[in-house]
T-cell receptor, first 114, second 114 residues
Framework: DAGVTQSPTHLIKTRGQHVTLRCSPI?????VSWYQQVLGQGPQFIFQ???????GRGNFPDRFSARQFPNYSSELNVNALLLGDSALYLC?????????????FGQGTRLTVV | GENVEQHPSTLSVQEGDSAVIKCTYS??????FPWYKQELGKGPQLIID?????GEKKDQRIAVTLNKTAKHFSLHITETQPEDSAVYFC?????????????FGSGTRLQVQP
């Protein structure tokens, strides 16, 4: 069974650029959440989408945006990249909203901003 | 919002010994508490979870206990093996006006010495 897949696995961007990260949830899962994990810390919640609607947003600036497509895959977009955006970006998939059922994480996208 | 504190930050045990990791949370409305194991270069892997209507849950060498009154929960690993070496994260489900998200602890790096 395919788990949560994220692409790309690694990415290097320059300050001020824009980046798009992609996530495909487990087949049958309708909820996708995005988390940012800075080195040495626990993941921090960015967004949750369920049935293509935003259901929650963490304390991140408006430079961060996301969407969920009819096939339940999702994109995370970050504009005007800062050095501090360097992190592992994780996508989590769940059958319904996080907490109703278990959340399963992908391997992440390692973003480096130089 | 929810705040989760996790201790210790590092833990070194001999193979075969037990390991205990403790977490406290702040929001008494939280009702779902998963534990994740994260190996180097990988995303977090769900290893066990507990809901607020039970006090303890076991799965082979892993157990989790929950004390809702004191707002703390713990992970117990018995008969540790070198492959248990990883970073472990506790989390609590946070709800606010329809939003749901996992709030993570800062992680415990477990080293099992052969």
């Amino acid at each position: 069974d395919a788990g949560v897949t994220q692409s790309p696995t690694h990415l290097i961007k320059t300050r001020g650029q824009h980046v798009t990260l992609r996530c495909s949830p487990i087949s049958g899962h309708k909820s996708v959440s995005w988390y940012q994990q800075v080195l040495g810390q626990g993941p921090q919640f960015i967004f949750q989408y369920y049935e293509k609607e935003e259901r929650g947003r963490g304390n991140f600036p408006d430079r961060f945006s996301a969407r969920q497509f009819p096939n339940y895959s999702s994109e995370l977009n970050v504009n005007a990249l800062l050095l501090g955006d360097s992190a592992l970006y994780l996508c989590a998939s769940s059958l319904r909203g996080a907490g109703n059922t278990e959340a399963f994480f992908g391997q992440g996208t390692r973003l480096t901003v130089v | 919002g929810e705040n989760v504190e996790q201790h210790p930050s590092t833990l070194s045990v001999q193979e075969g010994d037990s390991a205990v990791i403790k977490c406290t949370y702040s929001d008494s409305a939280s009702n779902y508490f998963p534990w994740y194991k994260q190996e180097l270069g990988k995303g977090p892997q769900l290893i066990i979870d507990i809901r607020s209507n039970v006090g303890e849950k076991k799965d082979q060498r892993i157990a989790v206990t929950l004390n809702k009154t004191a707002k703390h929960f713990s992970l117990h690993i018995t008969e540790t093996q070198p492959e248990d070496s990883a970073v472990y994260f506790c989390a609590a489900l946070w709800r606010d006006m329809g939003r749901r998200a996992l709030t993570f602890g800062s992680g415990t790096r477990l080293q099992v010495q052969p």
